[in-house]
């Protein structure tokens, strides 16, 4: 019965990480803690089935359960995780001052390409084709004479369920890419996108591309730059499953039943300190692509510094050891505001130095 309580919570969580991480993408997300919220009709239980004389006596702890799962962010559980952050105290990242307009307009028109084009920006929509495997798509190009560059917002899959149950993992040659002689130079900068190749791509080191920027910003916590096949299976996994510490199967705090680890008694020789405990992250079959750039918050930053951000590098081989599970670091406009903070962070230090 446990069993089937946990495959229908599971079931529930997919859908509801599905409807965040999509609405997310289309800019409908409002961020607040009641929108991250599996709602479920306390009349129903989460067992299910059985016979009219089975329902009844179950009534109460389906009661439990679902008044519970009403009331309770799944998602969160995923802190609980010694492995839900990267190490600290990465390598930072170090970037040239004119770098910073770059990474403020990617992000500005990244944020924007969910929106319908106005004046002179024109928007191109790319169906979906199952058999040139080609995901859906809008490509909005910008006029912006006074930095002679032209910029390309892709936004990407209508679904996050759609893209992480029927990704197409097989290698295929990449061809007819932008490749242009009339271009001084080609940047690509992503900031959450998923992985996308057997190996690590990063820029070619010929002299053509070396003032080239090829970037994917990650904030920690975001799911998907980790999300796919067997990642997003082992993620709902530690949502439906009980937190760390406890032994229920809805995992908690507003569940009596909860069975928590029994204290010690004060004449007994006290424990030795437990290790943190880590979620064992499955094998990653794809890499993602660029240098991997982490925006997170300062370790123990205070109230005052909330609004405070750093840009680390990471690796492909350190991303495959974190759990990340928190769709509001999904968010484009969190992305775009930690860049924002980041080059004014940039401009303020060269002012004062």
């Known amino acids: 019965m446990e069993e089937n309580a946990q495959e229908t919570l599971q079931a529930l969580i997919s859908t509801k990480l599905d409807s965040v991480i999509t609405s997310i993408d289309g800019e409908e997300f409002g961020g607040k803690e009641q929108d991250l919220v599996i709602k479920e009709d306390p009349l129903v239980g989460l067992r299910g089935g059985g016979d009219s004389a089975g329902r009844e006596v179950a009534r109460g702890a389906n009661r439990a359960i679902s008044t519970a799962v009403i009331s309770t962010n799944y998602f969160a559980k995923v802190h609980l995780y010694a492995n839900s952050k990267l190490p600290p105290n990465l390598p930072p990242l170090q970037l040239y001052l004119p770098t910073y307009p770059l990474l403020c307009l990617a992000a500005n028109y990244s944020q924007r390409a969910y929106t319908k084009p106005t004046g002179e920006e024109r928007e191109a929509f790319v169906n979906a084709d199952w058999r040139m495997g080609t995901k859906a798509m809008v490509i909005k190009s910008v006029p912006i004479d006074d930095m002679n560059c032209v910029v390309f917002a892709i936004r990407g899959s209508q679904t996050f369920m759609d893209w992480a149950v029927n990704l197409n993992s097989a290698p295929v040659s990449p061809t007819d890419f932008l490749d242009d002689a009339g271009f001084k130079r080609i ?26 920027l090829f970037m994917s910003f990650i904030n920690e916590g975001d799911p998907v730059p980790r999300a796919d096949k067997a990642y997003v299976r082992s993620l709902l996994s530690l949502y439906a499953s009980p937190a760390p510490g406890t032994k229920c199967i809805a995992s908690v705090p ?7 680890p029994k204290a010690k008694r004060a004449n007994s020789a006290p424990a030795a300190p437990t290790k943190a405990t880590t979620w064992k992250v499955p094998p990653g079959e794809l890499s993602n692509a660029g240098r991997l750039v982490v925006l997170r918050e300062p ?4 109230a005052e510094a909330q609004d405070d951000v750093k840009a680390e590098i990471t690796s492909d081989q350190e991303l495959r050891t974190v759990v990340f599970g928190d769709p509001v670091m999904h968010m484009m406009k969190v992305y775009a505001r930690r860049i924002e903070v980041l080059a004014t962070k940039a401009v303020t230090a060269r002012i004062w130095a």
């Not at 190996?199 to 002299?207: D, E, G, I, M, V």
């Not at 507003?254 to 928590?260: E, F, G, N, P, T």
């Open 187 to 212: 940047h690509c900068i992503t900031f959450g996108t998923p992985p996308i190749s057997l190996l690590p791509l990063n820029k070619p080191a010929t002299h053509r591309y070396k003032k080239s």
């Open 299 to 302: 370790r123990n930053a205070g």
């Open 254 to 260: 507003a569940l009596k039943s909860c069975k928590r």
